[in-house]
């Protein structure tokens, strides 16, 4: 009894109640599951059977930590899934950072778990299946921070999410035998195979499934797009506000595990000793490490534990392997929000007074710590960071202090996300795929009036209208629910329409918005996407061939004449 009241004050926070009835018991190949049903605040005869907490691997701890994932041991009897699993190990405090209040905040090493949401548990309904895969850097985040009921509701389709292993757990790596690295990444390979083999009894077809992340893991789905392992998982793709080029491959992964390593107090010199160390320290003594790590030797931007090129996961970098043509040819969908860079990801990151103005002198010193993961410019740094510098000058007020901060919230934005997306929607289609591109133009209304005017569609912008949050009484950390207007509930129907028919089809186009054309690079048609959505042609086409042509040129010349 105490337990129900519990699972029911939980969900009440997040505007669903359990059923009277309950959901019917589900078997999968690990064992049965039993979960509860919710409900959205718009269609209370709609029950979406819920699943949480559900175990696709083994616990990654003691001698697995630091290893690729092995499949959970079956269980006996009817397992419990009306609760999410704990979060993965990381850095922050999600509650901290969230502006909303977490189902559960408690984190463990035996965190890979997922969560499925379904409308119906008819294993012959067949519906098309979409795989969220969490954000967050590679280092935080947890697959289930909102219910994705609405969209499952409005849109008949199976929603699944789930957590992976990050940070330092989750991506370090020694080059070698001995930690190969991409282990978040193997986390979710093991988690849409789990998917694949049992999503039937929920209703979903395995055929049709698609994979989504935004952010990180707009950038996972972008690597899984490239990766052997994964070929064959899935049918389609979508990468909101991230694909590789957001979160390029490590070059140098050893280096970062022996700096690691001293700051835990362990040898560096043998990988094999070193990774032995690293799996006898408290997890807790891990991510006080990790910390220290960034503050002492990783410059502003930069993540040390990153994608590298394992020969297993990832047997080349993206670039190479789609140039080869040795990418899946899935459908692919794919886009930005208008301002990616405009406010969130610099207040996160700490940035010294950022919102009140920037000097010439920091937001150069900025770029150059920032670039060096996006530009190949050798030993021409600062010749390149003043061409961007140049590029991005707001001529009419070059020496105020707003617009200097705005032009870098825009040159960021667009070496991050923008000029990286197009790259990789060219790549895709040269390689044989299908793109749909889109740039999201749409601000939630309480977002909008949170932050100053000249911030427009930032980071995660798309999310809570993809999730389908103004269907759902979401309450913030003050105690207050989230105000979500008419236009806010408009343009949620609209985005989750849009994810879902292309899932069904792969074709996004909604009922309202006019026929989304295919991405070529012959015509690189986009959807701009808002309450009413409009066909454009060449996204950001100026800044973009800055990026992706002039600025490798500029590399080039300086290399050629540094020789």
């Known amino acids: 009894m105490v337990r129900s009241v519990v699972n029911l004050v939980w969900l009440s926070i997040l505007g669903v109640v359990t059923s009277q009835d309950g959901p019917p018991t589900v078997s999968t190949a ?19 059977y819920t699943f949480l907490g559900i175990p696709y691997a083994a616990p990654p701890v003691g001698d697995l930590r630091f290893r690729a994932p092995v499949p959970v041991i079956p269980w006996e009897g009817v397992r419990g899934a009306s609760k999410p699993g704990p979060f993965c190990p990381q850095p922050m405090d999600l509650q901290h950072v969230m502006p909303f209040r977490l189902a559960q905040t408690t984190t463990s090493e035996d965190c890979l778990t997922l969560n499925i949401e379904t ?30 009921a609405p969209l499952a509701a409005h849109q008949d389709v199976v929603v699944v999410s789930f957590n992976y292993r990050l940070g330092l757990l989750g991506f370090l790596s020694t080059g070698d035998e001995n930690a190969p690295g991409n282990f978040g990444f193997l986390d979710q390979v093991l988690a849409i195979r789990w998917v694949k083999e049992n999503i039937r009894n929920f209703g979903g077809d395995p055929d049709r499934i698609t994979i989504f ?53 362990c040898d560096g010199e043998d990988t094999a ?41 990832l047997t080349s970098t993206p670039e190479y392997l789609i140039r080869k043509r040795q990418a899946s040819p899935v459908d692919y969908l794919m886009g930005v929000n208008d301002h990616e860079y405009g406010f969130m990801i610099p207040r996160s990151s700490h940035l010294p007074n950022f919102g009140k103005g920037m000097t010439h002198e920091l937001c150069s010193a900025l770029l150059r710590m920032g670039i060096e993961d996006y530009v190949d410019y050798k030993g021409s740094g600062q010749a390149i960071a003043t061409a961007i510098l140049e590029n991005y000058r707001d001529h009419a007020n070059p020496d105020d202090i707003m617009a200097i901060q705005y ?31 889109y740039e999201n133009h749409y601000v939630p209304s309480f977002l909008r009036a949170a932050r100053p005017d000249w911030v427009g569609c930032d980071h995660t912008d798309d999310w809570w209208m993809v999730v389908g949050a103004p269907f759902m009484d979401i309450q913030l950390t003050s105690g207050d629910n989230i105000p979500f207007t008419s236009a806010d509930k408009q343009m ?72």
Request: aromatic fraction near 8%; include cysteine; charged fraction near 20%.
């Open 30 to 48: 690990s064992g049965k599951v039993r979960g509860t049903a919710q409900y959205t605040n718009d269609l209370p005869d709609k029950p979406v």
């Open 119 to 148: 409308p119906t548990t008819n294993a012959d309904d067949g519906l098309p299946v979409l795989v969220w895969i969490h954000g967050g850097s590679l280092e935080s985040g947890g697959g289930y921070l909102l219910p994705f």
């Open 213 to 265: 992340g935004e952010s990180a893991g707009g950038y996972s789905v972008s690597y899984h797009v490239v990766s052997p392992l994964s070929r064959g998982l899935f049918r389609r793709a979508i990468s909101q506000s991230g694909v590789f080029g957001t979160n390029p491959v490590q070059l140098n992964p050893l280096q970062i595990a022996r700096m690691q390593a001293e700051e835990l107090g």
């Open 273 to 313: 000793a070193l990774v032995d160390c690293l799996r006898e320290r408290p997890v807790e003594q891990l991510l006080a490490g990790y910390n220290l790590l960034q503050i002492m030797h990783v410059g502003y931007n930069l993540k040390p534990f990153r994608p590298v090129v394992d020969g297993y996961f």
């Open 407 to 437: 032009q870098y919230t825009r040159l960021m934005g667009d070496m991050m996300f923008v000029a990286p997306t197009v790259r990789a929607a060219d790549g895709h289609t040269g390689a044989g795929g299908k793109v749909h591109l």
């Open 492 to 563: 949620s129907l609209k985005m989750m329409e849009l994810w879902a028919n292309f899932a069904r089809t792969g074709n996004p186009t909604d009922q309202t918005s006019p026929e989304w054309p295919v991405y070529t690079t012959d015509h690189p048609a986009y959807m701009k996407l808002d309450l009413t959505s409009s066909v454009e042609v060449g996204l950001e086409s100026d800044r973009v061939t800055f990026w992706n042509k002039v600025i490798p040129e500029l590399a080039r010349l300086a290399d050629r004449d540094e020789l």
